[in-house]
C-alpha cells in the first residue's frame, strides 16, 4: 500500500511538471506581452521595459521557467499582474466555490445518469428506456451557456426560486451545479445501461434468480455494484471535463471560482495566475483519480492497490 | 414396475420448449416426458445442443423472457409452468435448486463467499444472522471445505475452480432441496477434481434423501450415479431406462452410438461423436431426427416420426426398429 501511493506520487510528480511545461510554453508562444499588458497601451517603451527587466522576463524563457519552479518549491506563487495580490490569495478565496461547483455538478450527473441508466437497463428497448435515452441526450446537446442563461431568465429571473448568480450558500450553487450535471449526465446514463445489461446477462445472476432472489433484490444486490464499477472509472475522466465546464459556468452564473480567475486571467495574459489556476486544475485531476482508484479497489474486491 | 403419482417427485409431461427469432418460434425441445421418483438419481445425456440445459432452466422457470413453455412440469403434484412469478421464487432454491457447469462464472465476484451462500437461506429460512452465520459454516463443511470460518470472508476470486464449485454446491444444499439439478457440474474441472464433486454430491444425496437430476455429457458418469437415464436427440426423448439396460441392453441406434463411441467405461472419456451432426433447429428432418446419421435408417425413418413406446417395462424407445410399421432387418 505504501509503495503503491509513493509510485503515484511519483507518477503525480512527473505529470505536473509535465504540465507546468507545456502551459508556460504556451503562454509564451501566444502574442501578447505582458509588460505592455501590466503598464497599459500608453506607457513610454522605457516603463514597459523597467517592468519587463524587474519580472525577470527578459531573461531567457528556461532561467524564467526555473526561476518560477524555484518559488514554486517554496510555496511561493508569485503575484498577479494584474492586481498585484499574492496569487495564492486571489486563489484561496475561489478554491472552495469551485471545488463545490464541480462537486454539486457531478453529484447532478450521478443523480440523473444512474436512475435513468437503470431505467434503460431494466426497461430495454421499451418506451421508458427510450424516452429516458431521448432525454439524457438531449440534455447532452444543449449548449451549456444557453441553459445556464436560461435557468437564470426563467428559474432566477421570472420566478425568483434561485438567486441570479454569485455566492453564498447552497441556494447558490443549484443552478449551475444543475446546468453541468444536465450536460454530462447522458455518459453516465449509457454507461451505467450498457454495464447493467452486460452484469444481467452474467452466470452469477442467473445463480442469484435460481436462488429465489427478488427482481429488485437482483438488481440492486448482485448487480447494481458490478453495473457501477466502469461508472467509477469514468468519473475519474470526467473530473477534468467538469473542470471544463465550471470555468464556462462560472461566467454565465457570474460565480467567483477559479474558472471565473483562470478566465480573466487568460485575458490579461497574466501569466503567475494561469500557471496556478492550470497547475490547481491539474493537482485536482490527478487527487480525484487517486480518489477513484482507491475506490474502485473498495468496491471490486479482485482490485488490490499494488 | 410403473411409477405411481405417489411416488413421483418431478413429473414432466409433454415439456415443448421454444424460443422467438426472427423467424417465428423455433422449438429447441419437443415432447419431453421425464419422472423422477424422490432420492431418485436420474441422467440426462445427449450430444450438446440437444436441449439438456433449456430442459433443466425451465424446470426452475428460468427461461428467458423470449421462450415459451408447453406441457407440464409438476413438483409433488403442483404444476410450475402456471405459477406465479412470486410463487415459482418460493421454489427456486427451496425445493428444487441447481448448480451450473461453469463454477467460475456462476458466483458473483463482488460478494463474499458468506454472504452468497446465505442468500437462499435469506429468501426461505427465518433465520437470526447469528443461525445464518451458523448454517453457511456447517455447510460450509459439509462439502468438503477447509476452514470455513475464513473462506466465508473471502471472495470467489481466492478460491479455485473445484472449491468454487463445492460452494456452488453448498449454496444449493442450504433449504435442504427435493429436488437438486446438476448441470454438468464437473465439465468445466480437472479430472482428479471431478471425481471428489462427483462423490460429494452422491454422499449429499444418499444423506439427505433429495433426488439428483444429472445432466452429463459422460456416460462413465451415469453409470456410477444414476439409476436410471433419459437420452436425448436434436431436443426429444429417444431412449429411457434403468441404467443397467443403457449398458447391456441400448435399443436405440444414438443410444448405440454413444455407447459405441466409448471404448471403456471405468475411463470416463468425453463422448466421441457419431460421423455427422445434429440437424439445426430450424431445419428438423420430418420423420426420425436421427434418420440422417443412422445406419439402419428405412424408408418410413425419413417420412414419419417414430413414438416412444415401451419395448420392457421401464424401457422406453423411440425407433421404427422396435414399433410397428418398421421393418427390422
Ligand atoms: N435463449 C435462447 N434463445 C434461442 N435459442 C436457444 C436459447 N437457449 C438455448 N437455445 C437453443 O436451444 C438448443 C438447446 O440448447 P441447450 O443449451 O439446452 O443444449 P444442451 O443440451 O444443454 O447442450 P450443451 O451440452 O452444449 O450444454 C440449442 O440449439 C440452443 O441453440
Ligand atoms: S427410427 Fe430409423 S432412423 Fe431413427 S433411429 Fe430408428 S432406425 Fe434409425
Ligand atoms: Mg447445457
Redesign the interface.
Known sequence: MLAYIVRRLGGAIVVLIGISMVTFLITFAVPGDPARMIVGPHASMQVVEQVRHNLGLDKPLYIQYLNYMGRLLHGNLGYSYNDNLPVWTLIRQRMGNTAQLAFGGWIVELAIGIPFGLISALRHQKLSDYVVSFLATFGFSLPAFWLGMELIYNVAYKLHWFPIGGTGGIRHLVLPAVTLGIVGAAFYQRLIKASMLEVFDQDYIRTARANGVPPFRVTFHHAFRNGIIPAVTYAGMDISLLLGGVVLIEQVFNYPGVGELAYMSINNLDVPVIMATVLLAAVFVVVANFVVDILYAFIDPRITLS | MTLQATDTLLNISNLSISFKSDDGWIRAVQDVNLQMAPGETVGLVGESGCGKSVTSLAI?G?LPRTARVEGEISLQGRNLTTLTD?EL??????DV??I?Q?PM???????RIGD?IA??LR??AHLTSRQMSERVKELLAQVGIPNPARVMQE?P?QLSGGMRQRV?IA?AMACKPKLLIADEPTTALDVTVQAQILDLLRKLQEESGMSLLLITHDLGVVAEMCSRVTVMYAGKVVEECPVDDLYYEPEHPYTQGLLGSLPDLDKRERLRPIPGQVPPLWAMPPGCRFAPRCSRAMDICHSTEPQLLDVEPNHRVSCWLHQKGGTVS
Open positions: 426452475m428460468l412470486k421464487r418460493r421454489v427456486r432454491g427451496n435448486s441447481m451450473f461453469e462464472t456462476s458466483l458473483n465476484p463482488i460478494l452468497q442468500e437462499p429468501m426461505h471472495y476470486h456452488m449454496m
